[in-house]
Protein backbone atom coordinates (compact mmCIF):
# COMPACT_ATOMS: atom_id res chain seq x y z
CA UNK A 1 0.00 0.00 0.00
CA UNK A 2 1.09 3.50 -1.02
CA UNK A 3 1.21 5.62 1.97
CA UNK A 4 2.33 8.75 3.81
CA UNK A 5 5.18 6.41 5.72
CA UNK A 6 6.46 4.53 2.25
CA UNK A 7 6.56 8.35 0.92
CA UNK A 8 8.94 8.91 3.88
CA UNK A 9 11.00 6.57 3.20
CA UNK A 10 11.24 6.88 -0.47
CA UNK A 11 12.45 10.40 0.40
CA UNK A 12 14.93 9.74 3.33
CA UNK A 13 16.83 6.99 0.95
CA UNK A 14 17.26 9.67 -1.56
CA UNK A 15 14.67 8.76 -4.27
CA UNK A 16 11.34 9.91 -5.29
CA UNK A 17 8.31 8.90 -6.98
CA UNK A 18 6.80 9.88 -10.16
CA UNK A 19 3.15 8.20 -11.47
CA UNK A 20 3.05 6.95 -15.02
CA UNK A 21 0.22 7.78 -16.17
CA UNK A 22 0.25 5.69 -19.26
CA UNK A 23 0.95 2.73 -18.07
CA UNK A 24 -0.81 3.41 -14.38
CA UNK A 25 1.98 2.21 -12.23
CA UNK A 26 4.38 4.47 -9.85
CA UNK A 27 8.50 4.66 -10.22
CA UNK A 28 10.66 5.30 -8.31
CA UNK A 29 14.03 7.57 -9.74
CA UNK A 30 17.38 8.24 -8.07
CA UNK A 31 18.64 10.37 -10.63
CA UNK A 32 22.86 10.19 -11.06
CA UNK A 33 23.78 13.27 -11.14
CA UNK A 34 21.15 15.16 -8.77
CA UNK A 35 20.28 18.67 -9.46
CA UNK A 36 20.60 21.09 -6.52
CA UNK A 37 20.14 24.63 -5.70
CA UNK A 38 23.41 25.70 -3.61
CA UNK A 39 22.03 27.95 -0.85
CA UNK A 40 25.15 30.19 -1.63
CA UNK A 41 25.32 30.17 -5.09
CA UNK A 42 21.37 31.24 -6.15
CA UNK A 43 21.59 33.24 -9.20
CA UNK A 44 18.34 35.54 -8.64
CA UNK A 45 17.95 37.09 -12.83
CA UNK A 46 18.17 40.76 -13.11
CA UNK A 47 15.04 41.06 -13.95
CA UNK A 48 13.05 38.77 -11.01
CA UNK A 49 15.07 40.91 -8.94
CA UNK A 50 13.28 44.20 -10.05
CA UNK A 51 9.78 42.49 -9.65
CA UNK A 52 10.53 40.90 -6.08
CA UNK A 53 11.46 44.04 -5.14
CA UNK A 54 8.02 45.39 -6.38
CA UNK A 55 6.54 42.48 -4.53
CA UNK A 56 3.96 41.93 -6.65
CA UNK A 57 2.10 38.91 -5.15
CA UNK A 58 1.27 37.87 -1.43
CA UNK A 59 3.81 34.74 -0.21
CA UNK A 60 1.85 32.77 2.35
CA UNK A 61 2.97 29.06 3.28
CA UNK A 62 0.36 25.69 3.91
CA UNK A 63 -2.21 27.60 3.22
CA UNK A 64 -3.44 25.99 0.46
CA UNK A 65 -1.28 23.00 -0.01
CA UNK A 66 -4.09 20.80 -1.69
CA UNK A 67 -4.68 23.13 -4.07
CA UNK A 68 -0.96 23.84 -5.02
CA UNK A 69 -0.58 20.06 -5.41
CA UNK A 70 -3.86 20.08 -7.60
CA UNK A 71 -2.76 23.02 -9.82
CA UNK A 72 1.38 21.32 -10.09
CA UNK A 73 -0.15 18.56 -11.67
CA UNK A 74 -3.47 19.63 -13.61
CA UNK A 75 -3.34 20.29 -17.26
CA UNK A 76 0.61 18.80 -17.43
CA UNK A 77 1.38 18.16 -21.58
CA UNK A 78 3.82 15.49 -19.96
CA UNK A 79 0.55 14.06 -17.94
CA UNK A 80 0.66 13.86 -14.29
CA UNK A 81 2.58 13.15 -12.01
CA UNK A 82 0.53 11.95 -9.12
CA UNK A 83 -1.86 8.91 -8.76
CA UNK A 84 -4.66 9.60 -6.63
CA UNK A 85 -2.70 7.31 -4.08
CA UNK A 86 -0.18 9.65 -3.70
CA UNK A 87 -2.09 12.40 -3.60
CA UNK A 88 -3.12 11.04 -0.47
CA UNK A 89 -0.24 10.04 1.24
CA UNK A 90 1.41 13.98 0.16
CA UNK A 91 -1.89 15.09 1.99
CA UNK A 92 -0.89 13.22 5.08
CA UNK A 93 3.05 13.74 5.12
CA UNK A 94 1.44 17.41 5.12
CA UNK A 95 -0.57 16.92 8.09
CA UNK A 96 2.73 15.00 9.69
CA UNK A 97 4.60 18.65 8.94
CA UNK A 98 7.12 16.74 6.80
CA UNK A 99 5.46 18.76 3.38
CA UNK A 100 4.76 22.05 2.86
CA UNK A 101 3.44 24.47 -0.25
CA UNK A 102 4.75 28.27 -0.27
CA UNK A 103 1.76 30.20 -2.28
CA UNK A 104 1.61 33.20 -4.15
CA UNK A 105 -1.56 35.12 -4.08
CA UNK A 106 -3.35 37.90 -6.13
CA UNK A 107 -5.60 39.30 -3.72
CA UNK A 108 -7.85 36.54 -2.81
CA UNK A 109 -6.87 34.45 -6.21
CA UNK A 110 -3.99 31.41 -6.00
CA UNK A 111 -1.80 32.46 -8.86
CA UNK A 112 1.51 30.34 -8.36
CA UNK A 113 3.42 27.99 -5.34
CA UNK A 114 5.40 24.77 -5.00
CA UNK A 115 5.25 22.05 -2.64
CA UNK A 116 7.84 19.89 -1.36
CA UNK A 117 9.05 17.41 1.23
CA UNK A 118 10.74 18.48 4.14
CA UNK A 119 13.22 16.04 6.29
CA UNK A 120 15.83 17.55 8.64
CA UNK A 121 17.82 20.40 7.08
CA UNK A 122 16.81 19.27 3.62
CA UNK A 123 14.42 20.38 1.08
CA UNK A 124 13.25 18.63 -1.54
CA UNK A 125 11.13 20.45 -4.22
CA UNK A 126 8.75 17.96 -6.08
CA UNK A 127 6.77 21.13 -8.13
CA UNK A 128 5.83 24.59 -9.22
CA UNK A 129 2.77 26.23 -10.76
CA UNK A 130 2.30 29.67 -12.32
CA UNK A 131 -0.96 30.68 -13.98
CA UNK A 132 0.15 33.56 -16.21
CA UNK A 133 -3.27 33.95 -17.69
CA UNK A 134 -4.58 35.21 -13.85
CA UNK A 135 -2.38 37.69 -13.41
CA UNK A 136 0.49 34.65 -11.95
CA UNK A 137 3.30 35.91 -14.55
CA UNK A 138 6.71 35.31 -12.61
CA UNK A 139 4.64 33.45 -9.04
CA UNK A 140 6.31 30.28 -9.79
CA UNK A 141 9.45 31.78 -9.96
CA UNK A 142 9.21 34.24 -7.13
CA UNK A 143 8.15 31.67 -5.10
CA UNK A 144 11.09 29.52 -5.72
CA UNK A 145 13.27 32.36 -5.45
CA UNK A 146 12.31 33.50 -1.83
CA UNK A 147 11.40 30.04 -0.64
CA UNK A 148 15.33 29.11 -1.69
CA UNK A 149 16.18 32.24 0.50
CA UNK A 150 13.82 32.13 3.28
CA UNK A 151 15.32 28.22 3.75
CA UNK A 152 18.69 29.65 3.48
CA UNK A 153 18.11 32.30 6.35
CA UNK A 154 16.44 29.52 8.31
CA UNK A 155 19.33 27.42 8.20
CA UNK A 156 19.01 24.64 6.04
CA UNK A 157 21.50 22.79 4.09
CA UNK A 158 19.67 21.05 0.94
CA UNK A 159 17.35 22.22 -1.75
CA UNK A 160 16.94 19.59 -4.02
CA UNK A 161 15.36 20.00 -7.76
CA UNK A 162 15.33 16.70 -9.11
CA UNK A 163 16.81 17.32 -12.63
CA UNK A 164 18.30 19.76 -14.17
CA UNK A 165 16.99 21.53 -17.10
CA UNK A 166 17.12 24.62 -19.24
CA UNK A 167 14.14 26.19 -17.06
CA UNK A 168 15.73 25.38 -13.50
CA UNK A 169 19.21 26.39 -14.97
CA UNK A 170 18.67 30.15 -14.61
CA UNK A 171 18.76 29.92 -10.94
CA UNK A 172 22.30 28.36 -10.38
CA UNK A 173 21.56 25.17 -10.43
CA UNK A 174 24.38 22.14 -9.49
CA UNK A 175 25.16 18.83 -10.50
CA UNK A 176 26.56 16.44 -7.85
CA UNK A 177 26.64 12.41 -7.78
CA UNK A 178 23.60 10.81 -6.16
CA UNK A 179 26.50 9.80 -3.63
CA UNK A 180 27.14 12.96 -2.81
CA UNK A 181 23.10 13.92 -2.61
CA UNK A 182 22.81 10.57 -0.38
CA UNK A 183 25.30 11.61 2.19
CA UNK A 184 24.28 15.16 1.88
CA UNK A 185 21.00 14.36 2.48
CA UNK A 186 22.05 11.77 5.57
CA UNK A 187 23.93 14.96 7.10
CA UNK A 188 20.99 17.36 7.25
CA UNK A 189 18.35 14.77 8.38
CA UNK A 190 20.28 14.82 11.55
CA UNK A 191 20.07 18.53 12.13
CA UNK A 192 16.57 19.44 11.93
CA UNK A 193 15.43 22.76 11.15
CA UNK A 194 12.03 24.67 11.70
CA UNK A 195 9.90 25.39 8.73
CA UNK A 196 10.37 29.40 9.21
CA UNK A 197 6.83 30.83 9.46
CA UNK A 198 6.16 33.94 11.04
CA UNK A 199 4.32 34.92 13.75
CA UNK A 200 1.09 34.24 12.68
CA UNK A 201 2.47 30.43 11.16
CA UNK A 202 1.07 31.70 7.84
CA UNK A 203 3.90 33.72 5.78
CA UNK A 204 7.20 32.61 5.13
CA UNK A 205 9.80 34.58 6.45
CA UNK A 206 11.16 36.46 3.91
CA UNK A 207 14.85 37.74 3.71
CA UNK A 208 15.75 40.97 1.81
Not at 65 to 72: H, P, S
Not at 136 to 141: E, I, N, V
Not at 190 to 201: F, I, K, L, M
Request: with cysteine; glycine share 8%; proline share 4%.
Amino acid sequence: MFDSELLLKIYAAGCFPMWDEANEETGMFRPDPRAIIEFDQLHVPRRLRKRIRQRPFRITTDLAFEAVLDACHEGRVDGCWCSPEMEVAYLELHERGFAHSVEAWLGDDLVGGLYGVHLGAAFMAESKFSLPEFGGTDASKIVLIETVQSLQAAGFELFDVQFRNDHIDQFGVAEITVDQFEQRLAAAMVHPRDWPVDADGERLVLIG
